[in-house]
């Protein structure tokens, strides 16, 4: 009863959030950063940030995570944190020679006002910025957004710093993927060579954070994209940004600096979103969908269709990333569900208005919020006014699953207690076929657990 001081009665909360259903805006613009080929991330600030930043992203990717810091003492945080800025640029390029140099900020360089543009352009003059490297950057403030707004500003960064504009247009497209895993990246790829398409997607931390086991240790994994290819993405002829949250920003920047027009799409999670990533890929390129992507789909549907009397009508509560959370409510209701209660603690107002327009007519009692007071504690407090049967989230939600004893299937970032997230993908048909079978699995094993010997099946 870890959380048994949690009340029933629910007050409205202006200043106050207790378990939030986010992280810090630095640890997106890691991961991020991470998806560049030959990337380096740097935390200007404390060591502690960057300490926890690193962690979380190791506990979660079950990887080493590279990061530099400016390791801020007292003097830095009242006179500013330039002289060391400086300095770790000279001692990262020197010592771990990176291609790019991805500096975010956090809540103490902001609060000072370190001019990160100044500083890394006095490093370019003084000559510490050697020939065909890169320094990028990021304001990250954690007192505002989550970790997806801060994934959302190291890859507009990647758009600002390598983007070029170009008179004739390719046949190319972009993708820019939002917060996804590494396997899911992965998927994304594979679904387009399917198609065929000639394509760019960034960031791409697959082959960084999945990379195979060799036996020799490399700051720098073979995946990511490449700088070569981000400098190439002015001449695409469409960008494809998958999660508005996090990818919207720099499908805008790039059309601000190369024209090349954009469409915003949820990821393709589950079966309606992916229906709509596939037939958009073959309208923008105009080629057929090859029959091994029309199998998977029917597979994904035949096992919806074979185990369906067990979805219908559970009720689900969700938390997480609102690019993830509403493809997975439209793919909890094409299975019969019913999301009820959702919180994301990334702000914006598009969150709650697609949800209550994909489950308002379907769910009774839905119950959306978004921004800091969106919590754990509040999604805690929906249900001990009225239980679901179902959870469906990050690895947080342990106390809730513990104390309500509810099922729960781990879902989103991060997923610090248990593994494969990072290696099987939810994306596409047939991820939606793997958390479909999760999903299936948990009321099963729960079904098992709670049935009476009179009605406990061999055969479900
Ligand atoms: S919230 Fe701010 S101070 Fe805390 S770890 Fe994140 S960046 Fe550092």
């Known amino acids: 009863m870890l959380l048994r001081h949690t009340p029933t009665e629910i007050r409205d909360r202006k200043a106050l959030t207790i378990n939030p259903a986010k992280t810090c805006q630095p640890i997106g613009a890691m991961y991020a950063a991470l998806g560049i080929h030959g990337c380096i991330p740097h935390s200007h600030g404390s060591q502690g940030c960057c300490a926890y930043h690193r962690s979380t992203l190791t506990r979660h990717y079950k990887e080493p995570i590279i990061a530099g810091t400016s390791s801020f003492t007292e003097g830095s945080s009242v006179f500013g944190g330039q002289a060391n800025l400086l300095q770790a640029i000279n001692n990262l390029f020197s010592i771990y020679d990176p291609k790019v140099i991805a500096v975010h900020t956090t809540c103490l360089s902001e609060t000072i006002g370190d001019d990160i543009?100044?500083?890394?352009?006095?490093?370019?003059?003084?000559?510490?910025?050697?020939?065909?490297?890169?320094?990028?950057?990021?304001?990250?403030?954690?007192?505002?957004?989550?970790?997806?707004?801060?994934?959302?500003?190291?890859?507009?960064?990647?758009?600002?710093?390598?983007?070029?504009?170009?008179?004739?247009?390719?046949?190319?497209i972009n993708v820019i993927c939002g917060w996804v895993e590494p396997s899911d990246m992965r998927e994304v790829k594979r679904l387009l060579s399917l198609m065929g398409i000639d394509a760019i997607l960034f960031p791409d931390t697959s082959g960084v954070l999945d990379a195979p086991q060799t036996g020799t240790y490399s700051y720098y994994p073979k995946g990511g994209v490449r700088v070569e290819e981000l400098m190439k993405i002015g001449g695409a002829r469409k960008t494809l940004a998958l999660g508005g949250y996090a990818t919207e920003t720099a499908a805008r920047e790039l059309d601000g600096i190369a024209k090349v027009p954009f469409e915003i799409h949820d990821l393709p999670i589950g079966l309606s979103a992916t229906d709509r990533f596939?037939?958009?890929?073959?309208?923008?390129?105009?080629?057929?969908?090859?029959?091994?992507?029309?199998?998977?789909?029917?597979?994904?549907?035949?096992?919806?269709?074979?185990?369906?009397?067990?979805?219908?009508?559970?009720?689900?509560?969700?938390?997480g990333d609102p690019d993830q959370l509403v493809p997975l409510t439209e793919f909890l209701l094409d299975l019969d569900m019913q999301p009820v209660y959702l919180v994301t603690g990334t702000p914006g107002?598009?969150?709650?208005?697609?949800?209550?327009?994909?489950?308002?007519?379907?769910?009774?009692?839905?119950?959306?919020?978004?921004?800091?007071?969106?919590?754990m504690f509040l999604l805690h407090q929906w249900i001990k006014n009225?239980?679901?049967?179902?959870?469906?989230?990050?690895?947080?939600?342990?106390?809730?699953?513990?104390?309500?004893?509810?099922?729960?299937?781990?879902?989103?970032?991060?997923?610090?207690?248990?593994?494969?997230?990072?290696?099987?993908?939810?994306?596409?048909?047939?991820?939606?076929?793997?958390?479909?079978?999760?999903?299936?699995?948990?009321?099963?094993?729960?079904?098992?657990?709670?049935?009476?010997?009179?009605?406990?099946?061999?055969?479900?």
């Open 117 to 172: 543009v100044q500083i890394t352009q006095k490093a370019r003059d003084d000559g510490k910025v050697p020939d065909g490297k890169y320094v990028i950057h990021a304001n990250t403030p954690s007192y505002v957004g989550s970790h997806v707004t801060g994934y959302a500003g190291m890859v507009k960064a990647m758009v600002k710093y390598f983007a070029q504009p170009a008179e004739v247009k390719t046949d190319s």
């Open 349 to 375: 107002k598009f969150f709650e208005k697609r949800i209550w327009e994909l489950a308002g007519d379907l769910v009774p009692g839905l119950r959306v919020k978004a921004g800091a007071q969106a919590d």
């Open 386 to 460: 009225e239980s679901v049967d179902l959870l469906i989230g990050n690895t947080y939600g342990k106390y809730i699953a513990r104390d309500e004893d509810i099922p729960l299937v781990r879902a989103g970032f991060p997923i610090l207690d248990r593994v494969g997230h990072g290696y099987f993908a939810t994306l596409g048909y047939t991820g939606a076929m793997r958390l479909a079978e999760r999903i299936l699995n948990a009321l099963l094993d729960r079904k098992d657990r709670d049935a009476p010997e009179e009605s406990f099946e061999l055969v479900m």
């Open 278 to 319: 596939v037939s958009t890929l073959a309208r923008v390129s105009g080629k057929e969908v090859p029959v091994e992507i029309e199998d998977e789909r029917g597979r994904l549907v035949d096992m919806i269709t074979d185990m369906q009397q067990y979805f219908h009508r559970k009720r689900v509560a969700l938390w």
